[in-house]
């Protein structure tokens, strides 16, 4: 069975950090671009950042731009969102997706996704 796990999310208080891990199962994540995506409440889901299956090429919305670093552990079959200096904007559930070869900016080109992970940024 194909599947994404995501994990890492919480409460966190304004300018803290969190890590979060997208880790697969049933296939090997080395040829394939990992999204991450948002979603906050009434608001239409997001693209956060995206990594190529080489790692070498890494995409950041604006407004994570500085504060949020992707990597990818292809041994540990596991990407990983770092996210420094959150805001209560970036309040959503964060969820990780993959397609193959490239990154795109679009959720519905993505084929596999996980079930989502909240992360909630409050005092």
């Known amino acids: 069975q194909l599947q994404l796990v995501e994990s890492g999310g919480g409460l966190v208080q304004p300018g803290g950090s969190l890590r979060l891990s997208c880790a697969a199962s049933?296939?090997?994540?080395?040829?394939?671009?990992i999204g991450w995506f948002r979603q906050a409440p009434g608001k239409e889901r997001e693209g956060v950042s995206c990594i190529r299956p080489s790692g070498g090429s890494i995409n950041y919305a604006n407004s994570v731009k500085g504060r949020f670093t992707l990597s990818r552990d292809n041994a540990k079959n596991t990407v990983f969102l770092r996210m420094n200096s959150l805001k209560p904007e970036d309040t959503a559930i964060y969820y990780c997706a993959a397609r193959r070869n490239s990154c795109s900016g679009y959720s519905y080109e993505y084929d596999y996704w996980g079930q989502g992970t909240q992360v909630t940024v409050s005092s």
């Open positions: 049933g296939f090997t994540l080395d040829s394939y671009a």
